[in-house]
């Protein structure tokens, strides 16, 4: 990986998303707004911003809602521009910059985050490129987004980077995690990782945030995987081959990561927006206090 600036990202997103049945019934959890703005949107905002000019999203065969929002929407775009709506009609087309572009591939059957990766293998070619999971959302006020710190550091190191943060050492079984010993509280080179490991033999509590720089060669180590953790085909057990013979370091981030997985996460994010919202955060400040106080959760 000779020094190269990212230029394609891949955004699994053929998850079943069965924590939020029902509404993931009929709607994609990357579809779940934060506001106004699905989850996706933040997830291609920050990869474009990042420099990514080519997005390719590994979908399945139920999740036409993905393709069709980054399409072009003719008959709504027609009846903005005639009603004069040029705010909205520039929301609907800045979905997708000029100059970017989006692939779609199918992933025919749930096999895995490693193997959702291969599936992009053919979009992405022979040069380093991110993946990005859309159910990490990390909001970073006025400061460059996850993604393009750790794309700069790949690019001047010329290794592969993963976006870490510390977690509670009970919830090491819900994250890929690392042993980095010369980690200097930003970042340090990976000696060794492994996938949702019980806090009684996790390496350390650095775990794996949805974002990754991952050099080309990671398609070969992927192509020879066995099924691992919970019989899926994993991302870090890949990464874990790579490490021989590519270095990949793990960065702390800066910004704040929910968890948009989980309902909390999504309420959290929610929330922040909000408050974070040039329009909105006043009301809902009164609005919080308010549903506080009448819930009796605190005196008002
Ligand atoms: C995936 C990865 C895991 C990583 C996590 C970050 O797990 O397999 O290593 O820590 O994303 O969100 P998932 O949450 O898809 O089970």
Redesign the pocket.
Known sequence: MKNQRIRKAVF?VA?LGTRFLPATKTVPKEMMPIVDRPLIQYAVDEAVEAGCDTLVFVTNRYKHSVADYFDKAYELEHKLEKAGKIAQLELIRDVLPKGVRAVFVTQAEAL???HAVLCARAAVGDEPFAVV?P??LIWHRNGAGALSQIADLAEQSGSSVIAVEDVPRAMTG????VDAPSFDNRHGGIAS?V??PAPGVAPSTL????RYVLDARIFDLLEGLAPG??S?I???DAISQLLPIHPVLAYRFQGTRF?C?THLGLIEATIRFALDHEALSAATVVAMQQALAEMGVVEH
Do not use: F, H, N, R
């Open positions: 699994p998850g895995g985050l490693g999971l159910d990490d819900s994250y890929g995690i990782m996938e949702k775990a794996v945030v949805g953790k919970d899926e994993q991302l870090t968890d997985g």
